[in-house]
Each structure stands twice: as structure tokens, then as C-alpha cells.
């Protein structure tokens, strides 16, 4: 969860007045902040998208004010976009929580209605639209090391990078080379090592492990001064896999490298072999180059696929604090309590604006 006060989470769960902020940057102006009074929109935070941020944002706009239609034709084409919500204190403080650093891809207006929408994206986006010019390779450097690299060839020192897992501890790559998508290089460079590459809320490149933490951070309940408003659950069989199988060939010279996880819960009928059969993924992956590192990554992506099976989608008191990956306590109304991971999460900006929480999970059948 990103960081706020007390007084803030506190404050959640009582009557309270929100602040919503924008500050759109021109590119010929990229540190120079434009406020924009925002009259709604919503901003998604998925884990499972490759671009992980996205929103729109609808704004008032006067196409009789000459500096507001100049900006406005210049943002499509390199300008950013910040969007900030929080709450406004009884006393006149102010604490907002800023939800992204977005990259300007449309703006439409409308001459009648008085106001323009954004369509935002975070800087994947950015990656995406970059392709590689010649082939790449990264002989001798840990994969995470070479995933930043490939995101620094794009915004060099512009932006700050955060790798959090060990690239001392990654096996080096050799004879890998990626051609054409640097999107996803960067991806199968993460994957590789069981980890996810993002842009975190200030625009920051972040690198990390794909795990979840085990001690909620916030408690989602049905209660006097609760903050869950309704919530549903859908039990889907079609993106759950039982099995992951991984082949690595970093060097055509050489064999591929093999591995198959499985899952083999014999109380479970989704074990490997069970009534729910044998139902794998195949990744290839060139960054895979010892079978210590095909075997983590097939582990890494089993669990995840695992996770799928059961989802709760959750509305609640905007907390704008919250994150995708981020655990959390579910209390229902009839008293039962559940700990769950927060898979994706859409935030309105606007009074009137709920939270909406997805949270994937592995549904807990009846033994066999």
C-alpha cells in the first residue's frame, strides 16, 4: 500500500470531503505543472495488464481561452498527466495520494459541453510504442539488469529505477538475443527470474519479485464504521492451470532446457491428473539458462495460474492508498473473515466515485 497517515486510513471510515487533483505537463514544458479542474474519470490499476496504470480524466475546457486549445493540441504528442485523490481535513489540510504519471494518448473535447477527456497511460505504453532497432544482446548481465537497460534506452536518467530482486544471484545471460518487441524483452527478461517489470505511481521503472506479502494491510469490512459497500464472487475454471511447463533455449547450439511444475495436492480437484486433467502453460522463454532458474520460473508462473480459479470483486470506500499485490482482510456481513490479495483496482475521481476491488484466489473445494 503506498504510504499515508493514520489519520488518513482513519479518516476513511468516517463522513469525510475528498480533494482530486490534476497537473497536466506539456512537452515542451515537462516540469512545469498545468492544474486542471477535474469534473470526473477513473484511473485502473491491473497487474495483469501490460501497460498496469491506465484512466481517463475529464476536465472542464473553454475553447475561448487560446492557452487552454494550445495546450491542449500539444498533449497528445509527448505530454504527461498526474492525477492525485485524497481527503480534505475538517481543519482545511489537505492529503492526497498520487495514483500515476500517466502519458497524454488522446484528448477529446466536445465545444458544446464545455469540457475535454484524457485517455491516460502509464509509461509501458511508451516501452510498447519503442520497438528495438537492431538486435540486442546482454552477454554477461544478470536479467533484471538487462530489463533496465532496455527501459533506459527509451527514458534514460529522466526517471529513477528501483530493482528489487538480487541480479547477484541471477545466472548471467549468454547467446540471448531479442529482436524487434522491447516490451516484451523486458517482460520475458522478468519472468525469467520470477519476477514482474511496472511503472509504479511516480513514473518510476520497478522491477521485483512476483510474491505477495502475508499481513493485510487494510481491512475491507461490513461493520458500523466499515468500508465494504457490496461484494460478488465468480468461481472460473478457464484461466487456472494445473501445470506450467518452461523451455529455455538461450543458445541454438545447445539443447532447450525443460521444466514442468505441477501441482499435486492429492486432496484437490485440481491436482495434476485429477478430475480437472492436465491442463498446462507453455512458456519459452531465451533468458532461461540453467535448469535451477527454468525450475523457478515454472513455479513462479504455477502459482500465479493457480490463483485464478476464484474471484471477489469488492466495492468500498475509495482508498487511494491501495495497490495491486497489496494482502488484504475481507470481513463479510455474516462475520466470516478472509485474507486476500488485491489482483486489480479502479478508483473514480469524482464525489459520487466508488472503489472497485478484484482479488483472485484459489478456491478452497470440498476434498475428493
Known sequence: MLTVTPRFLAALRESHSISVAAYVYRPSALTTPIEVPVIGGSVTIDRDAQVRRQGSLDVTFRLADPFTVDVARE???????????????????????????????????????????????????????????????????????????????????????????????????????????????????????????????????????RTAGTVPVWTIDAAARGVLIEASETLDRSSVRNGVLVRGQPDSEQAPIYSLATFDDPTSPIRWGGPFGHVALISDSTAVSTQAQADAAAQSLLNLRLGLSRTLTLTAVPNPALEPDDVIEVVFADGRSETQVVNAVQIGLDVEGALQITTTGRDQPPPV
Open 75 to 209: 498533449l497528445p504528442y509527448g505530454g504527461y498527466c498526474t492525477i492525485e485523490r485524497g481527503i480534505r481535513y475538517a481543519d482545511g489540510t489537505v492529503e492526497r495520494v498520487q495514483l500515476g504519471r500517466f502519458r497524454v494518448e488522446s484528448i477529446v473535447w466536445s465545444q458544446l459541453q464545455g469540457q475535454a477527456t484524457l485517455t491516460l497511460a502509464d509509461r509501458m505504453a511508451q516501452i510498447q510504442d519503442e520497438p528495438l532497432g537492431t538486435p540486442l544482446a546482454f552477454p554477461g548481465t544478470a536479467p533484471s539488469n538487462a530489463a533496465v537497460q532496455l527501459v533506459q534506452l527509451v527514458f534514460g536518467s529522466a526517471i529513477q529505477y528501483h530493482v528489487l530482486t538480487n541480479p547477484a544471484s541471477e545466472p548471467p545471460l549468454t547467446n540471448t538475443v531479442y529482436i524487434d518487441d522491447r516490451a516484451a524483452a523486458i517482460n520475458d527478461l522478468a519472468s525469467s527470474v520470477g519476477a514482474a517489470a511496472m511503472f509504479d505511481n511516480l513514473g518510476d521503472f520497478v522491477i521485483r519479485p
